[in-house]
């Protein structure tokens, strides 16, 4: 088998709305930590990721690697985008990296720092993700297709508000247990249907609220990764595209992106879905982790949501999704999600999740989204 | 020797203010060019790397790969930044993802659409990549910024006005030759320093404009540029960085980052320094070309200046500099100026250059700056 990148270290600020941090502080924190988990020294590492989506449009920032090249003293940097999807898309260039011989260690880091401007702004900023000629330019938001999205998927497949709360439910109730999570509280049903109304169907509560934060992982070659006890070992990586605009695409209830990264994943992990232990998802809204239970086949079309209803994607279900606490629990401050889901992986891999390990997991999966679907990113590791 | 890439298409749009055009028109001419120019199908490319600088800040487009997956239609695309190297950034991933096996055929685009706002907001939006706290919200902008450089370096080491001025003559004239070129006229040492002052004591025309431009390159496995007569082997690539704010550094008249990525890419390449035949190097201010010529070596400190002054940086020349026009010539629309030094580069050594070809070049340099000298690309190339 050809060699594989393995993940050896890992660092996190907290998610939140972090008031006494710029871009250059939770930069230092994460990757200061990420590196000492590793034991690693900054001029060990022979190239950095920097994953962001939005440091120019909300920060003033577009010369992002030269900033983390100075604030690290590591020479080898890179920008990388792809809107929310942008820290696995680092993760993948790190791995190409590494893969071709140019690095035998990699830091990659994703950082967001979306709390300067108010809700209002925001939602503006974050429609840049979209399409801008016929979705952005008309007043579209990402919330207002997630709707059309929702709502397509309820009349077309019978997904119920219900299960749409439910995921809410569980991924509150899985922050609570993740020491960097922003919403660490748990909510009801009842709690979720009452929110406040954001884009009909979706409420505040199915909405994974902007933030942030930044988290870091060290990457290293093979035979490097044999010293460590601890490491995660990425072994499949799927990338994937559809059209950009929502109205274009002849079935809206799926993410051809999701589709077509996640058999590309498997394809080159060399395992079947059924290996998968569990898997963190893109719940950017509550539609999309029923939809990418759907597209990756651990249900089948339409009963998705009825899997998160019947508690199996629970962290003691036969297929737990986002034990973390996901987009929704966590926090999404855009770049660092990515990053923030494979540290995830890592911890459970390794049964370090405390009290929100899953029982021996031997695979998870971690699928990532860049906008309405547009893109997607799925990794597979194992131990 | 390790397995190198290989350029073996391009294509670019004419530089210059593109009323008509956005960025999707712009990627599309460039890419189905370079495609066509290859003999390449897109159905057949495994990769897409996306260089943009300043879509986000410009033009409210912050997922710029999804944006050319869905006008190209290839799938596994990724955003790569990098202020104004992003392009000779976006070369290396391309050349990563060749080198690990993961892509056979990587397209490679640089685009930016800058003359959607007035110059006073591009002014401001281009500080963009410069330290923020010390730098940028101080009211420093980029030409602030490389008058002190240049100052120091005229105090430092007897770089003359005249000598700067010469910088521009050269890549004016050579810019005529030059299909793409925004600035198809000559200037005269008179023009030059009789134009308008903007940062003392740099001048209108010691400026790189800002403009709208895409160049578009494919790159290939060396096992498929063996199918090609006209092809440029990238065969060394160096990434450097300095300190990100210009004050920090010790000496302000040297860039760090260009010693670094210079030093990297040779020793990267296999080959000497006086084995190059000619270079395009980052001219956004003059001075910029002469520190270019003394940190990559073709001149001892002090003496790049003289070197132009003295004509061997012509295209008939012992050293030609900048064949293409440079910076200066041609216009800087940000992101693309890496892939189009790539192009010249690959121009020349097939011989394809027209009337600014210069004379059996075997070895051709590029070297790419983001900022003011914060990060240095350097590529080296053979037949």
């Given at each position: ?39 690693i020294?900054a001029k060990e590492v022979d190239s950095l ?25 590591i ?30 260690i990699s830091l ?276």
């Open positions: 088998m050809k060699t594989k990148p393995s993940i050896i270290g890992t660092g996190s600020t907290k998610f939140g709305e972090r008031w006494e941090d710029g871009i250059r502080e939770m930069v230092s924190h994460a990757c200061v930590n990420a590196l000492k988990s590793a034991g020294e990721f920097v994953a962001n989506c939005f440091a120019s449009s909300i920060n003033g920032q577009s010369n992002l690697n030269a900033l983390c090249s100075d604030e690290l003293g020479q080898n940097a890179v920008s990388i985008g792809g809107a929310d999807a942008a820290g696995a898309y680092a993760m993948a260039q790190a791995a190409n990296s590494i893969m071709s011989g140019q690095s035998k990659v880091l994703g950082v967001e720092k979306m709390s300067d401007l108010p809700i209002t702004d925001i939602t503006k900023i974050t429609s840049e993700i979209l399409e801008q000629d016929f979705e952005a330019s008309t007043g579209a938001t990402l919330a207002g297709l997630y709707a059309m999205i929702t709502l397509r998927h309820m009349k077309e497949h019978g997904t119920t508000g219900k299960q749409l709360d439910m995921v809410s439910v569980k991924n509150h109730s899985n922050a609570v247990e993740n020491g960097i999570s922003q919403f660490k509280f748990k909510v009801t049903r009842e709690d979720v249907a009452k929110s406040p109304m954001v884009a009909d169907p979706i409420r505040v509560l199915h909405c994974a609220a902007p933030g942030d934060g930044c988290c870091a992982i060290v990457m290293c070659s093979e035979d490097i990764s044999k010293r460590y006890k601890n490491k995660a070992r990425i072994i499949g990586t799927g990338i994937g595209s559809d059209l950009m605009a929502v109205h274009e695409r002849e079935d809206i209830t799926r993410f051809n992106s999701v589709i077509s990264a996640s058999k590309n994943a498997f394809a080159n992990a060399g395992i079947r879905l059924q290996d998968i232990s569990f898997a963190e998802v893109h719940d950017s809204f509550s539609i999309g982790e029923i939809i990418a239970i759907e597209d990756i086949g651990f249900a089948k079309k339409g009963s998705g949501g009825r899997l998160i209803e019947e508690g199996h994607a629970n962290i003691d279900g036969k297929i737990p999704i986002n034990p973390s606490g996901g987009l929704k629990g966590c926090g999404h401050p855009f770049a660092a999600t990515g990053i923030r889901q494979a540290i995830e992986a890592f911890m459970q891999l390794n049964k370090m999740a405390g009290k929100r390990q899953i029982k021996d997991p031997k695979y998870a999966l971690t699928e990532s989204i860049g906008g309405t679907g547009a893109t997607a990113v799925v990794n597979i590791y194992s131990l």
